[in-house]
């Protein structure tokens, strides 16, 4: 295990292992042969390269489009997450955020009813109770009249309804295939690397990102979820469709044709898809994350429901506070997965060392994932602020430049600390030492969570 489990690792993930096995060499080495290999097997990496092969023809159509006369620090951001990412920044788009999970349900089973051509979607969970059901009767009623609807679930994320969810869209006409089968040892994949997007596409000409799967807001017992969501129409779209395209062939190796590019929006707003994953060499959102956390000048705010930081991302929030920017870390006081809550409490203590504010939401599970900097930059997608997103799931982001969309972005998230308990100092240091233990129990395999 020395030799084995520091190859391709971050030296906090080896650390782990080789504590693991050490202490509980059974039960460790277990584990590792079911989710220490943190990549895909090579069938998987040559599909990828031949899902992406129309990416570029994308871009070029897209050229006419792509954003510029940014200022300096914009155009680098554009930059990075191109080539992190390979999607350019365009302009041309409508902007809308939606906070309401209901009506945001209500809002896309309405797009899909007035479909004319495809529906496409992209999600972690997809249920079969009354929320998904709505979705299910749209998408029914869509392929009925002639529209092409097809949906890729994530095996693992909608393992506990996977069964009927899947029956009741085929007996609709929908074209649904299961992402990731879970298939113990089969071809050295992990069993925990999951595709973690959420993607709806009506027509090619509305798209909607953020955090929101298809299920009732209130699916485990105790919890209700408050999620954000963005729901743009423009040339943005296209990006959408393209990796949702590149999705699919990854499942079926069917290959969809290009996607349309939607007429752009007068004096509509820049935008910017950025998918991350284990699928690319190199980890695209942190990468991003750490990069704007660095340039920060005046604020940055994350809000993410799950948090296990890196070395690279703690640093960049340290030196961000001592050069005097506000850094505000929106976090749910509600915990739905009790070891992961008790890691990320463990860092508590010393990101308020370092100047971070910590605000924890309360009533909801605010399962919202978005970042904006200094006024300048909104991030909003599926991807949460810890090293699972980081390096094991698929994620999509989308960046917005425009200052009424950010400022958008702002309001929510200063409406979201109006609700929130600032963590105080001497308070959390005076918790119970018991929760201390617990929590930094916990922390020795965060790495691994």
Do not use: C
């Not at 295939?177 to 069993?191: A, I, N, Y």
């Not at 040339?235 to 007429?263: C, G, K, N, Q």
């Amino acid at each position: 295990m020395l030799g084995v489990a520091p190859m391709r690792r971050s030296p906090d993930a080896a650390r782990s292992w080789l504590l693991l096995v050490f202490f509980l060499p059974v039960v460790g080495l277990i584990l590792f042969l079911l989710i220490g290999r943190p990549s895909f097997p090579p069938w998987r990496g040559a599909r990828f390269a031949r899902a992406e092969q129309g990416k570029d023809r994308l871009v070029e159509r897209l050229r006419p489009l792509i954003a510029s006369g940014l200022p300096r620090r914009e155009m680098e951001l554009t930059s990075l997450a191109n080539r992190v990412g390979a999607y350019p920044a365009v302009s041309g788009n409508q902007i809308e955020w939606l906070e309401d999970y209901d009506a945001t349900i209500d809002r896309l089973v309405a797009d899909i009813q007035a479909a004319r051509r495809e529906v496409n979607i992209l999600v972690y969970i997809f249920a079969n109770d009354s929320t998904g059901q709505k979705v299910i009767d749209a998408l029914a009623a869509a392929a009925a009249r002639g529209v092409t609807t097809r949906v890729l679930i994530d095996a693992l994320g909608s393992r506990r309804w996977m069964k009927d969810t899947l029956k009741a869209l085929r007996a609709g006409g929908v074209d649904a295939r299961e992402m990731l089968p879970l298939r113990l040892l089969h071809d050295r994949t992990r069993g925990d690397m999951r595709n973690h997007r959420k993607l709806y596409l009506i027509d090619g000409e509305i798209g909607y990102a953020g955090s929101q799967n298809i299920v009732a807001r209130d699916f485990k017992p105790g919890v209700v979820n408050r999620e954000l969501v963005v729901r743009i129409t423009g040339p943005a779209v296209a990006e959408m469709s393209a990796i949702f395209h590149s999705d699919w062939y990854l499942e079926t190796e069917e290959a969809l044709p290009e996607p349309d590019i939607s007429p752009p929006h007068e004096n509509g707003s820049i935008a910017q898809l950025l998918p991350s994953g284990a699928d690319y060499p190199v980890e695209g959102f942190e990468t991003l994350l750490v990069s704007q956390i660095n340039s920060a000048r005046s604020r940055v705010i994350i809000t993410t429901p799950y948090l296990i930081p890196d070395e690279a991302l703690m640093n960049a929030l340290r030196t961000a506070a001592l050069r005097g920017v506000e850094v505000h870390l929106i976090v749910s006081l509600i915990a739905d997965q009790v070891l992961v809550g008790l890691a990320q409490r463990s860092y508590y203590a010393q990101l308020i060392r370092i100047g971070v504010e910590i605000h924890q939401y309360r009533d909801y599970l605010l399962h919202a994932k978005h970042i904006s900097i200094d006024g300048r930059v909104a991030i909003v997608g599926s991807s949460n602020v810890d090293i699972r997103s980081f390096q094991l799931n698929a994620e999509v982001s989308v960046l917005l430049f425009d200052a009424e969309d950010v400022a958008g972005l702002e309001a929510i998230q200063d409406a979201y600390m109006a609700n929130s308990e600032r963590v105080d100092p001497n308070e959390w240091q005076n918790r119970p030492r018991i929760r201390k233990l617990l929590e930094n129990w916990a922390r020795l395999i965060s790495p691994l969570l």
